[in-house]
């Protein structure tokens, strides 16, 4: 696979980034994720937009346009035949004198193999473990994730797929996906501490049901009739078990499933030849 390092398109074995750069020293940069479906980038846009902001947001130099950045993208998808696989954008923080100040950013764009979680899970559901934890800084996507990596072996031992975010009664998304609940015919999802999914996005705009975004309360949550997370790796996962409690019926309910097949067939209208 070839990727685009700092300025060039490169064999992605051989890009390289300075030690010293304030990615690898501070743990400091921005990312972003997206899928290419029939060759042809799902939502761009959506992303670009976050990607850019985040880089305003973190103060890193964005040493590229929005427009050069779509021409990467297109190179970078026909480069690597990408007909259905996933695209990570990195922007590290760079070098700086005082090995604080974010520099000039790296750019860098991967093309990666994308594997959907097994059909057991959309059809059985997940289990989230609660965890009381708040993301700093939620709505920026920065490649800080070292908590949610250090909390990973205590969901694993518990088989759990993933963490339930929680503080002061509330709850607010998954390591890497935003949370949804359904009660009474009606779709709720967090508004704090989040970060604004694409997926999320697209999702709530194919609801055809009251859609509430608000703070939601782990109490509600653990009395819902139906729960999901939602993800550009995952699409739509239900969350049939939370803790030790079952949600609903203990199986994938029929709204989440819905939103599900309802997202897949947008999908292939977008990207239709
Ligand atoms: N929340 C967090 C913390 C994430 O890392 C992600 C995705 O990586 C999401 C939510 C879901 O966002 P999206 O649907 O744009 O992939």
Redesign the pocket.
Same mark, same amino acid.
């Given at each position: 696979p070839y990727c685009f390092a700092d300025g060039q398109f490169v064999p992605t074995q051989d890009a390289t980034l300075h030690a010293s750069d304030l990615g690898l020293i501070r743990g400091y940069g921005i990312f972003d994720?997206f899928r290419t479906v029939n060759y042809q980038p799902l939502f761009l846009e959506d +992303?670009l937009d976050?990607f850019i902001r985040s880089a305003e947001k973190t103060f890193i130099p964005l040493p590229y346009s929005r427009s050069e950045l779509k021409e990467i993208v297109s190179e970078l998808i026909q480069k690597n035949d990408l007909k259905a696989g996933g695209i990570r954008m990195v922007l590290s923080g760079g070098m700086s004198e005082n090995h604080f100040s974010p520099g000039k950013g790296k750019l860098f764009l991967f093309a990666e193999e994308l594997i959907f979680p097994a059909k057991e899970k959309y059809e059985q559901g997940i289990k989230l473990l609660t965890l009381e934890h708040v993301?700093p800084i939620?709505s920026i996507?920065t490649t800080n +994730?070292a908590l949610?990596v250090w909390h990973s072996h205590i969901w694993k031992e518990q088989g759990a797929e993933d963490v339930l975010y929680h503080q002061n009664g509330y709850v607010s998304? $998954? $390591?890497?996906?935003?949370f949804f609940i359904v009660k009474n015919n009606e779709i709720i999802t967090p508004s704090e501490h @989040?970060?604004?999914? @694409?997926?999320?996005k697209n999702i709530l705009k194919l609801a055809d049901i009251p859609v509430h975004i608000r703070p939601l309360t782990l109490k509600e949550t653990l009395e819902a009739d139906e729960a999901f997370i !939602? $993800? !550009? !790796?995952k699409i739509l996962l239900p969350v049939t078990q939370i803790d030790e409690q079952p949600i609903g019926t203990g199986k994938p309910g029929p709204i989440s499933l819905d939103l599900l097949k309802r997202f897949k067939n947008l999908e292939s209208e977008l990207t239709k030849a």
């Open positions: 994720f +992303y976050r993301r939620a996507k +994730y949610a998304e $998954s $390591s890497r996906s935003n @989040i970060l604004l999914g @694409i997926t999320r !939602t $993800s !550009t !790796t």
